[in-house]
């Protein structure tokens, strides 16, 4: 993304590396196959790995720009993300709850983030090649 | 990363001519406003304080100047601050407090108690595809229920406060993403706030979009795949895309059309609507049929309007078929009433045009205010409109809101038919796209940026002024009194004629007959006991007319009876109100009732000796029907009066 595009001068201020930081992709991963263990109010930290998580991966795997005024399509993504997995869950017959629904969030986090590395890897190597 | 260098390049170029820097960050004037919306925020909450037990003369004010300091603090952070996006943000968590004050516990609104009743039983059945019968079609768009069950579920809130978040992180996006489509466009960026501004007066931005109905969260998604659109045609015409980047940004939007379809089938429609005049004249575009444009520009055009179209016809054509006959009436018949107005089409006894705010309450500013933003968008319309066609080289993509502006305009008429009324209203949260870009459209045409700066000052304060306007005039315009604010019980009303008492019959509804009852009422005490009592109240419909048993003089036919006991409705729930009180802008089962239930209808209930009576209070009576006995004693009472 540009300053045409995006939002200007703000884009320079305090980025949202905490949402788009593959390791943190990672982590909101594993916090979203997790979320049922976690006691009472812990289970709060799940929301912003629910809300961002998924849609971000998305976004890299696709290479669209991940940067800070992408946060609005990374929230939409996650949303229609969660949509998705719970209509392929429902039509399969499996009964949606924090179990089926968190595992598969997270797997399909986990897998867009290793796949966006995986194109990544094969890219350089192209390159390396042609060079 | 290249391809943000890429476009970088790129966009420097089409917008240096037009871009103005915000100044620089003065963070004495963020705080300043950030107080500004906080006091505000408190003028808001004192005004719904007030509400219940004052006039609307004496917290309408409060309300308003609550209002209006927030949104006028916002603009000023928004237009010449560094922080646009933020503060258009923050504008939307702001509007989501006059509804949240109307229904802080639990959903009052007929479409939000739908929803929420949809929802419940999606937890409780761990299963989409749910039914209530207060909303039939509900029941093939079930994805914000099923993204507010996922919330619900991996993070512990309850349903309720998992709704609420839901619509607040899709709320406070709308206004940044019309701040996004206008800079692809592209608009400099002061004017791209105002677009986002100007987004979050329309009609439905402070009451309708912030409840929990399929509507406030498709409306996200149908932006977000129009943000993603446009973008890519800015792209497209920096000539620094690749076939791969294209195709995968293309998937990007595949996958949200998918969303926005599961979710709600009148914003999908808006979004082709949206999506089709964009690929038509949106740049660039060489000739109509972009013969030059090359094979990548064409797919960058189109394909996400078919994407869009197809993803809506299969869900239709497979999953929703009932959509169709769902949707036909709120064009057919405001177009026959219109039709027959002009005497182009045979009248009807349901085409009565309506008296705009009769007994609505409101105070005259507000109807001034009303009938003024229409009028003034109509003028900037024109103005633009005529400019447009004598400043070729400004034109640049502005014949894309001006064409959604034209589309709102033919709109506006629509709302004086009765059934019109509530389809126009629902497209406004889409064609107010066009209406964000009309001010950057006028200042592009006429060149304000170059103009001197006392010009520029009185065009801030004038578009300051017509923004208040909008402000007052859409909310007045798109939401009645007893949907803005609570107060004393109103027969007839969704939002006030739930009372102390109906809570108590709720209650008991809930302990002695369970979760799930059935029961047949008229539509506001199913409202309520939908909300309070978690029953099923099957609505009235050509196979079940329930009508007939509070408006027929002659007792309920087999034939409804037979009905009542295959959908296995038990009891029968009366407000004897119904009686006493007439409600001309509400009907207790659909619009063609008549006009009053006759007092005997009510009373007899208590003699018929297949209805057992199970509760009663002041207003209200519960009925069990035991069916076996009402077969008995039909025959011998078929021609009782």
């Known amino acids: 993304m540009s300053r045409g595009l995006g939002d200007g001068p703000e884009r320079r201020g305090i980025s949202l590396r905490a949402a788009r930081d593959p390791g943190l992709l990672a982590l909101g991963a594993v916090l979203l196959m997790c979320a049922p263990v976690f006691p009472g109010f812990w289970r709060l930290v799940v929301l912003p790995a629910l809300l961002l998580a998924p849609g971000y991966a998305l976004l890299r795997l696709l290479r669209q720009p991940s940067d800070r005024p992408s946060i609005a399509i990374a929230v939409t993504a996650s949303i229609v993300l969660v949509i998705i997995v719970s209509l392929i869950l429902d039509v399969s017959g499996v009964p949606l709850g924090p179990v089926s629904l968190g595992l598969t969030l997270g797997g399909v986090t986990a897998v867009f983030l290793v796949g966006s590395y995986a194109r990544e890897l094969a890219g350089q190597q192209g390159r390396h090649r042609r060079t | ?372 933003a229409p009028v003034l968008i109509a003028v900037g319309f024109l103005c633009a409109g005529i400019r447009w066609l004598r400043k070729r080289p400004l034109r640049g993509n502005l014949l894309w809101p001006l064409v959604v502006v034209a589309v709102y305009l033919v709109s506006v008429p629509v709302t004086v038919t009765a059934q019109g009324t509530a389809g126009a209203h629902r497209s406004w949260a889409s064609t107010y796209v066009g209406v964000a870009l009309l001010p950057a459209a006028l200042a592009i045409l006429f060149e304000l940026d170059r103009r001197r700066q006392w010009i520029k000052r009185v065009a801030a304060a004038g578009g300051a002024v017509v923004l208040v306007v909008l402000l007052v005039g859409n909310v007045t315009a798109g939401t009645p009194v007893d949907y803005r604010f609570p107060g004393p019980y109103e027969f007839g009303s969704d939002t006030r004629s739930v009372t102390p008492e109906t809570l108590r019959m709720a209650q008991w509804v809930l302990t002695h007959l369970g979760s799930g009852a059935r029961v047949v009422t008229d539509e506001n005490t199913a409202l309520a006991l939908t909300t309070h009592a978690d029953a099923v109240t099957p609505r009235q419909t050509p196979d079940l007319p329930i009508a007939e048993i509070w408006y027929d003089r002659r007792p309920p036919l087999p034939s409804l009876m037979h009905a009542l006991e295959q959908d296995r409705v038990d009891y029968i729930v009366v407000d004897i109100r119904d009686a006493q009180y007439v409600a001309p802008q509400a009907d207790l089962f659909t619009t063609d009732d008549p006009p009053v239930v006759p007092e005997q209808n009510i009373a007899r209930l208590a003699h018929w000796p297949w209805l057992r009576l199970l509760y009663s209070s002041q207003h209200y009576r519960v009925y069990r029907i035991d069916f076996e006995k009402y077969f008995s004693w039909y025959p011998s009472h078929a021609d009782d009066e």
């Open chain 2, 1 to 372: 990363m290249r391809l943000d260098q890429r476009r970088a390049s790129v966009d420097a170029r089409t917008d240096s001519s037009t871009q103005v820097m915000p100044s620089p960050s003065n963070a004495l004037a963020e705080l300043t406003a950030a107080v500004l919306v906080a006091v505000g925020a408190v003028l808001v909450v004192w005004a719904y304080r007030k509400a219940p037990n004052e006039q609307i003369q004496s917290y309408d004010p409060i309300f308003w100047a609550g209002m209006v300091l927030a949104y006028l603090a916002v603009a000023w952070r928004a237009v010449s601050g560094r922080h646009a996006v933020l503060w258009l943000g923050l504008l939307g968590l702001f509007t989501l407090l006059p509804k949240f004050w109307m229904s802080p516990t639990g959903p009052i609104y007929y479409d939000e108690t739908a929803h929420y009743a949809l929802l419940r039983n999606i937890v409780s059945a761990h299963s989409l595809f749910q039914r209530t019968p207060l909303l039939p079609i509900g029941t093939y768009y079930p994805g914000m229920e099923g993204v507010a069950a996922a919330i619900h579920w991996l993070t512990g809130l309850s349903p309720w406060v998992s709704a609420l978040t839901l619509i607040a992180a899709a709320h406070c996006l709308l206004p940044v993403q019309i701040y996004y489509i206008a800079r692809a466009l592209p608009v400099p960026h002061r004017w791209a706030a105002v677009a986002g501004l100007v987004y979050a007066v329309n009609p439905s931005f402070i009451y309708e979009d912030v409840q929990f109905a399929y509507e406030s969260l498709a409306i996200l998604l149908m932006l977000t795949i129009l943000r993603l659109y446009v973008e890519a045609l800015a792209a497209e015409r920096s000539g620094g895309r690749t076939w791969i980047q294209s195709l995968l940004t293309s998937l990007l939007i595949a996958v949200i059309s998918i969303g926005c379809v599961v979710t709600h089938h009148l914003t999908s429609l808006a979004g082709i609507g949206l999506l089709l005049v964009g690929a038509l004249v949106l740049k660039p575009v060489t000739g109509f049929a972009d013969r030059e444009g090359g094979g990548r520009r064409l797919f960058v055009r189109w394909t996400p309007v078919l994407t869009l179209a197809m993803c809506f016809v299969l869900w239709v054509a497979f999953v929703a078929p009932s959509t169709v006959s769902y949707l036909l009436p709120l064009v057919a018949q405001p177009a026959h009433e219109l039709l027959s107005v002009v005497g182009l089409a045979k009248s009807t006894s349901g085409d009565a045009l309506r008296t705009l705010f009769s007994r609505s309450g409101t105070p005259g500013y507000e109807r001034f205010a009303a009938f003024a």
